[in-house]
């Protein structure tokens, strides 16, 4: 999981929601949504005809320079275009527009993550966060693992981190396998381009 410095949250989820109702955009859009029975599905609200996400979208991709927000995953396709509620829509439903609870997610990452929380799970945007902090990448079986020594609560950080988001499902070890392996094969490539770039830093 690489870092990255969160953009600033688009003024349309801030403008005030009608000139009846003051309130941002993002707060109203949570408490309707917390008012529904069912809320396995969350459909954006359209604002002057677009929807919600497709407004939002090229500032969480922007943010992420189009990797993904957990696994650094590159290229995004189509189906990857997805966008991830940090805390799940289904258990923090005021939370589902929350500029902050938003990232860009591969499909693979999604749907790993599904509706997990811990409240320990680690932000790829926390100012405080860096891979080498909590992690260290075992470049034989191309493993994420968990630094030795850590104190108690970033050793738990870390654990919850790795287990939400399955860094080493076997998919993702071959994927960053064969970005490691390309790299080496073409060291002038650009670092931007590569998935996974937190190998290589």
Not at 17 to 31: A, C, L, Q
Not at 123 to 129: A, C, F, Q
Not at 132 to 161: Q, V
């Amino acid at each position: 999981m690489r870092k990255f410095t969160r953009k600033l949250c688009p003024s349309v989820l801030l403008e005030p929601f009608s000139k009846n109702n003051t309130k941002p955009r993002w707060i109203v859009y949570g408490e309707k949504y917390a008012s529904q029975t069912n809320r396995t599905y969350y459909n954006h609200p359209q604002i002057k005809k677009e929807k919600l996400n497709h407004l939002i979208f090229s500032t969480l991709i922007e943010q992420t320079d189009s990797h993904c927000s957990y696994c650094d995953g590159f290229p995004l396709m189509s189906a990857d275009e997805t966008i991830n509620h940090f805390k799940p829509k289904s258990k923090f439903p005021l939370e589902v527009c929350n500029w902050e609870n938003l990232y860009v997610a591969c499909a693979h990452c999604q749907k790993v993550k599904g509706d997990k929380f811990d409240n320990l799970l680690i932000r790829p945007d926390e100012s405080s966060y860096d891979f080498s902090a909590y992690y260290f990448y075992d470049f034989t079986e191309h493993e994420i693992k968990i630094l030795p020594n850590l104190s108690y609560d970033k050793l738990k950080r870390a654990e919850a981190t790795c287990r939400i988001l399955d860094f080493n499902h076997k998919a993702m070890q071959e994927s960053r396998r064969q970005s490691y392996d390309g790299f080496i094969d073409k060291p002038d490539y650009p670092v931007e381009n590569l998935k996974h770039r937190f190998i290589f830093q």
